[in-house]
């Protein structure tokens, strides 16, 4: 698909959701114009790109996460190494089965690449025999950038998920998957009788990888716990599901593994490249994952 044509296709898909959006700046409404940008009644404007995403950031953001980083999950990804976790999360929706079945609209506040939310839509499709809109937003151009030319079939947004570009009770779906939350914006964007499925590393995650690099496997527990209970906190947790399992990654995989997370940022150098030179490595998967109500 052209650019040209990308642009194209979602300038339609935006047009025909133009009440999902408001403006992150003065918070009022936001129209179509031309098919080039998204503008409010106060002339603020964002503008989409050739690629086919909106940008809602009023400068560039200085993000953790490089081009390299995302290329990688993005393999990690269609590896089948979350398979599992998509899975469950999928049927987990269907079997809810209260969010309408004319359209289903699903976001991902800090979508990163984009390929978690393809993957779930993917399978809600087939799983709920409905039309599923998915809407990714990250601070990360690069992400959006791989996201938008990889899935062309669903919104995606360059945005601060503390100043949202999106109107109040839009989606009856929200994601936040191994990514930082804002509760307050999740509150006011997620429907009244929406669900928020957030996921987080469980104390086993990736415990081969921490053990290679740095000798230890404990710490993930703690930080997992503080995480849920801030959850708690915010959201009424109506359900919660342990995804564990082992994948055995070879060589060119377990390269974009290391590539694609946090831990081997600051790492020893010896120890990381003894990890890089493995031929195959076992590696555990596991994911808490938390599915929270608007409190009462």
């Not at 129209?31 to 964002?46: I, V």
């Not at 209970?229 to 399992?245: G, K, Y």
């Amino acid at each position: 698909m052209s650019k040209n044509s990308k642009k194209m296709r979602s300038a339609g898909l935006i047009a025909a959701h133009e009440e999902m959006f408001r403006c992150p700046i003065c918070q009022s409404g936001m129209k179509l114009a031309d098919g080039q940008s998204l503008q409010c009644s106060r002339r603020h404007s964002f503008d989409l790109s050739r690629r086919g995403y909106l940008n809602f950031l009023s400068h560039p953001a200085k993000a953790k996460y490089d081009k390299q980083l995302f290329e990688s999950r993005k393999r990690i990804c269609s590896s089948g190494f979350f398979e599992l976790l998509h899975e469950g999360i999928s049927e987990r929706i269907a079997q809810e089965g209260s969010f309408g079945s004319e359209l289903i609209k699903i976001a991902d506040a800090g979508c990163g690449e984009g390929s978690h939310l393809a993957r779930i839509r993917e399978k809600l499709i087939r799983k709920m025999s409905a039309p599923v809109l998915g809407v990714g937003a990250d601070i990360s151009k690069e992400g959006i950038l791989l996201a938008a030319r990889e899935h062309p079939q669903a919104i995606w947004c360059v945005a601060d998920i503390a100043r949202s570009p999106f109107a109040d009770r839009q989606f009856p779906l929200l994601l936040n998957m191994l990514s930082p939350s804002n509760y307050a914006e999740f509150r006011r964007i997620l429907a009244d009788d929406g669900m928020l499925i957030k996921v987080i590393p469980g104390s086993g995650y990736l415990q081969e990888l921490r053990s290679a690099l740095y000798g230890q496997t404990g710490r993930q527990g703690d930080a997992s716990a503080d995480t849920e209970a801030r959850f708690r906190e915010h959201f009424a947790l109506v359900d919660r599901e342990s995804v564990r399992c082992i994948v055995t990654l070879d060589r060119p995989a377990t390269l974009h593994l290391v590539r694609m997370t946090p831990l081997s940022w600051q790492a020893d150098e010896e120890r990381l490249q003894k990890v890089m030179e493995m031929n195959a490595m076992e590696v555990t998967v596991h994911l808490i994952v938390l599915y929270g109500k608007k409190q009462s």
